[in-house]
Every structure is written in structure tokens, then in C-alpha cells.
Nanobody, 114 residues
Framework: QVQLVESGGGLVQTGGSLRLSCAAS????????MGWYRQAPGKQRELVAT???????NYGDSVKGRFTVSRDNAKNTVYLQMNSLKPEDTAVYYCYASNFRGYWGQGTQVTVSS
């Protein structure tokens, strides 16, 4: 089993920045991909960004050029630096990790005020 604990969400104004962190514990030796998804009220959960253990990244179209995903393999932690935030970025952000199956964190709220 893998446990994921997110931190760093909150309220920010349009154009501001936030940094999310997610620490993994448990059977971390087998984790390959880590990353972030988000879900806004009334919408489906969508990809924000993922990163593999080798450093390959993948971003959702709506965040390209504004968000950066990074990872510290020694700390089993994934980060999401969010810049130039927009009201449409408001959502619950979920940390994700996978080895033989996927795991989800409990989610952290990000609210961008206009």
C-alpha cells in the first residue's frame, strides 16, 4: 500500500502562485508515476501534470506554461508549482501515485479569487 499526504492548498488572487506538495509513504520503492489531478464542482477529474521516476513529464493543456511538476525521489515527494493562477484553476487537487495500481491522496482545495 501507498499513502499520500498533500499540503499547500489555499486561497490566492488571480495571477498569484501556490506550491503543492505530496509526500508518499508505505511501499514507495515500487512507485513509477506521481502527479496531480484536479476536480472542480460539477466537472470530471482531469489531468494536471504527472512525472515519472525518470523525470518525464506530461501536462494538461490548460496548465501548460503556467504549472511545473517536479519530484524528489529521495524524499518520495512530488511538487506542483502553480503560477499565473486563474479563477478556472479553482478545484480540489488530488495527488496521484502508481506502481501496480493507482493511489490517491485526500485532496487539497485551491481557490483562485477574481
Amino acid at each position: 500500500q501507498v499513502q499520500l499526504v498533500e499540503s499547500g492548498g489555499g486561497l490566492v488572487q488571480t495571477g498569484g502562485s501556490l506550491r503543492l506538495s505530496c509526500a508518499a509513504s508505505g511501499r514507495v520503492f515500487s512507485i513509477n508515476t506521481m502527479g496531480w489531478y484536479r476536480q472542480a464542482p460539477g466537472k470530471q477529474r482531469e489531468l494536471v501534470a504527472t512525472i515519472t521516476s525518470g523525470g518525464s513529464t506530461n501536462y494538461g493543456d490548460s496548465v501548460k506554461g503556467r504549472f511545473t511538476v517536479s519530484r524528489d525521489n529521495a524524499k518520495n515527494t512530488v511538487y506542483l508549482q502553480m503560477n499565473s493562477l486563474k479563477p478556472e484553476d479553482t478545484a480540489v487537487y488530488y495527488c496521484y501515485a502508481s506502481n501496480f495500481r493507482g493511489y490517491w491522496g485526500q485532496g487539497t482545495q485551491v481557490t483562485v479569487s477574481s
